[in-house]
T-cell receptor
Framework: GAVVSQHPSWVICKSGTSVKIECRSLDFQATTMFWYRQFPKQSLMLMATSNEGSKATYEQGVEKDKFLINHASLTLSTLTVTSAHPEDSSFYIC???????????????FGDGTRLSIL | AQKITQTQPGMFVQEKEAVTLDCTYDTSDPSYGLFWYKQPSSGEMIFLIYQGSYDQQNATEGRYSLNFQKARKSANLVISASQLGDSAMYFCAMRESSNTGNQFYFGTGTSLTVIP
């Protein structure tokens, strides 16, 4: 069964509103969660790394005030797209693992993704 | 059941040799797509190769080829002539169509290490 739950799976909202996406690890404690955004040609851009109890680490070019990430517990990270605009429309995916090192043999579990459509 | 299964958490290959990364999938949709991504230490997910469920021929992209066996529901990635820069995590993914749009499912990844 799914080990990472992402909610909602699809959201449509008006320009200017804020949208919150949740990423939950269901059967393990995720010390680290990652947020990706899908771009054309199918590549996924890493937006930020979310560590429980500390500030997220954002990748270069990602606006911290635009994409608010909160990792309040070992099983939940949230991504809030603030004042969303049509150019923010995309597919957002979270992933989680229970170690802090990104590049390791530990399995990385992905959520099913959230399709965000801003009108 | 897992949608995507990658049974090899870690693999080693000698430089210049070929390596096969396994991926099996589970779907009842007649139309789906299969993807392979490479994740270097920087964290980004680089798209490598795509195979559509109706494609008759196996997909190839340079040194990457996808061994698509539809009846067995497997989509193994073959990397020929391995290079040191191929060391990374590799993820298999499947896209299904749903009433909310396309849905992606990822495997847990295979860590590939190329040995000089």
């Amino acid at each position: 069964g799914a080990v990472v739950s992402q909610h909602p799976s699809w959201v449509i909202c008006k320009s200017g509103t804020s949208v919150k996406i949740e990423c939950r690890s269901l059967d393990f404690q995720a010390t680290t969660m990652f947020w990706y955004r899908q771009f054309p040609k199918q590549s996924l851009m890493l937006m930020a790394t979310s560590n429980e109890g500390s500030k997220a680490t954002y990748e270069q070019g990602v606006e911290k005030d635009k994409f608010l990430i909160n990792h309040a517990s070992l099983t939940l990270s949230t991504l809030t797209v603030t004042s969303a605009h049509p150019e923010d429309s995309s597919f957002y995916i979270c992933s989680a693992r229970d170690v802090t090192v990104l590049y390791s043999n530990q399995p990385q579990h992905f959520g099913d993704g959230t399709r965000l459509s801003i009108l | 059941a897992q949608k995507i299964t990658q049974t090899q958490p870690g693999m080693f290959v000698q430089e210049k040799e070929a390596v096969t990364l396994d991926c099996t999938y589970d779907t009842s949709d007649p139309s789906y797509g299969l993807f392979w991504y490479k994740q270097p230490s920087s964290g980004e997910m680089i798209f490598l190769i795509y195979q559509g469920s109706y494609d008759q021929q196996n997909a190839t992209e340079g040194r990457y080829s996808l061994n698509f066996q539809k009846a067995r529901k497997s989509a193994n990635l073959v990397i020929s002539a391995s290079q040191l820069g191929d060391s990374a995590m590799y993820f298999c993914a499947m896209r299904e169509s749903s009433n909310t749009g396309n849905q992606f499912y990822f495997g847990t990844g295979t860590s590939l290490t190329v040995i000089p």
